[in-house]
């Protein structure tokens, strides 16, 4: 089992920034990609970003690449989401997701374990 727990979620005006973690505990010695999914009112979760294990290859939705950068810190079973140049069509409530192996994917069914989310406002 893995626990995951975001935090850094809050209010923010257009085109401010925040920065979403992740922590991760349980059984985190064996190899994961992370990722980052969003769910706003009504509508589908859909795929944010993701990262492989080793943090060389990531992966981003067209809508927030340029202005969203995912990283990860292994030694402390971490993963962030820097969210620059906000916009309130990012308003959602961010969750990160683990699965087991090495290779990051869009796909969140693909997931094994998932955070309980953090909550991103983005007023006009």
């Known amino acids: 089992q893995v626990q995951l727990v975001e935090s850094g979620g809050g209010l923010v005006q257009t085109g401010g920034s925040l920065r979403l973690s992740c922590a991760a505990s349980g059984r985190t010695s064996s190899p994961y990609a992370m990722g980052w999914f969003r769910q706003a009112p009504g509508k589908e979760r859909e795929f944010v970003a993701a990262i492989n294990w080793s943090g060389g290859s990531t992966y981003y939705r067209d809508s927030v690449k340029g202005r969203f950068t995912i990283s990860r810190t292994n030694t402390k079973n971490t993963v962030y989401l820097q969210m620059n140049s906000l916009k309130p069509e990012d308003t959602a409530v961010y969750y990160c997701?683990?699965?087991?192996?090495?290779?990051?994917?869009?796909?969140?069914?693909?997931?094994?374990?998932w955070g309980q989310g953090t909550q991103v406002t983005v007023s006009s």
């Open positions: 997701a683990s699965r087991r192996g090495t290779d990051a994917n869009p796909y969140g069914g693909l997931y094994d374990y």
